[in-house]
């Protein structure tokens, strides 16, 4: 089966610009993640939806980044305006959900550079 | 809040048993344990999971102890390949299966050839 999809694998902006990733889960899975990785760290969970419904965004910095599942299936992560500080990779994770040992599958991420 | 401690780093002989251990002192009842691995640039990958008793599947084992305050990853035959960070990780049971997963900063394991 085809894995989670991202695009672009890379992009390099300047601060104070906007910038969109897309996200293609596996198909059937009706949960998706959206993950901050910053350079060192461990992956931080920004936002979750079950379907198109958000779960959980109480990490999302909302009053620059924003996130939609259109239709429940695929997902787009927007920041506007960047700052320094968001330069790190972007993952996204889809699961299945309706099981108690649900196993999240991970995108290969978006590494952003923000100058 | 890390609910889990890591060694943050660790070699291991290619060919020999890879042995990460992880503490999760104050682990509840209703949590399991979790492993994940993250190959440079590449998104994180599931390996294991378990709640009180010991799993083994295609890619590794899991020996949780009795009190389930400790957990070890078995790689049994490292490969180059295995080098990675790995992540311990503790997750809440739910009946939707979607708690989400918390990261600490994981053992950064090198296989040495």
């Known amino acids: 089966e085809a894995g989670v999809a991202q695009s672009p694998r890379y992009k390099i902006i300047e601060k104070r610009q906007s910038v969109a990733f897309w996200c293609n889960p596996i198909s059937g899975h009706a949960t998706l993640y959206w993950y901050q990785q910053i350079l060192g760290q461990g992956p931080k969970l920004l936002i979750q939806f079950q379907n198109n419904g958000v779960v959980d965004d109480s990490q999302l910095p909302k009053d620059r980044f924003s996130a939609e599942r259109l239709k429940g299936v695929d997902s787009t992560l927007k920041i506007q305006p960047a700052k320094l500080e968001d330069s790190a990779v972007y993952l996204c994770?889809?699961?299945?959900?309706?099981?108690?040992?649900?196993?999240?599958?991970f995108g290969p991420g978006t590494r952003l550079t923000v100058l | 809040d890390a609910k889990t401690t890591q060694p943050p780093s660790m070699d291991c002989a290619e060919g020999r048993a890879a042995n990460l251990p992880c503490n999760h002192s104050?682990?509840?009842?209703?949590?399991?344990v979790y492993w994940y691995r993250q190959i440079h640039s590449q998104g994180p990958q599931y390996i294991i999971h378990?709640?009180?008793n010991n799993e083994t599947n295609e890619m590794a084992s899991l020996i949780i102890t009795e009190d389930r305050k400790s957990s070890t990853l078995i790689l049994p035959h490292a490969t180059l390949r295995d080098t990675a960070v790995y992540y311990c990780?503790?997750?809440?049971?739910?009946?939707?299966?979607?708690?989400?997963?918390?990261f600490g900063t994981g053992t950064r394991l090198t296989i040495i050839p």
């Open positions: 378990g709640l009180k």
């Open positions: 104050t682990i509840s009842g209703n949590e399991y």
């Open positions: 994770a889809s699961s299945s959900s309706g099981h108690h040992t649900d196993t999240q599958y």
């Open positions: 990780i503790v997750r809440p049971l739910s009946n939707f299966g979607n708690e989400k997963l918390t």
